[in-house]
């Protein structure tokens, strides 16, 4: 059974920068796609960043392109998002998961961490 965990989540300035990792733990070779979503407080989850676990193939939101980067470590089985320039609307409660397809649709992961809190003050 496919475990993840966020870690690294906080309280920061606007324009300040943040890494999360994900570190996932039997994993198969039918997780194809990892991906990083986030949920704000009254609004849906909102895909942010998806990596594929063997190629590195990446996509990013349009919001956040060109800030966050998503990277992994293979030999730690782990994900990292760096977050730069960070803005007061990219506040929320940060997620990953993976499934078996590389995709940007949440309904389409099977496995889900549970998310790490990332607050920015203006």
């Known amino acids: 059974q496919v475990q993840l965990v966020e870690s690294g989540g906080g309280l920061v300035q606007a324009g300040d920068s943040l890494r999360l990792s994900c570190s996932a733990s039997g994993l198969t070779f039918s997780n194809v796609g990892m991906g990083w979503f986030r949920q704000a407080p009254g609004k849906e989850r909102q895909f942010v960043a998806r990596?594929?676990?063997?190629?590195?193939?990446?996509a990013y939101a349009d919001s956040v392109k060109g800030r966050f980067t998503v990277s992994r470590d293979n030999a730690k089985n782990t994900v990292y998002l760096q977050m730069n320039s960070l803005k007061p609307e990219d506040s929320a409660v940060y997620y990953c998961?993976?499934?078996?397809?590389?995709?940007?649709?949440?309904?389409?992961?099977?496995?889900w961490g549970q998310g790490t809190q990332v607050t920015v003050s203006s």
């Open positions: 990596m594929s676990w063997s190629g590195g193939s990446t």
């Open positions: 998961a993976v499934g078996k397809y590389l995709t940007s649709r949440a309904d389409l992961y099977d496995s």
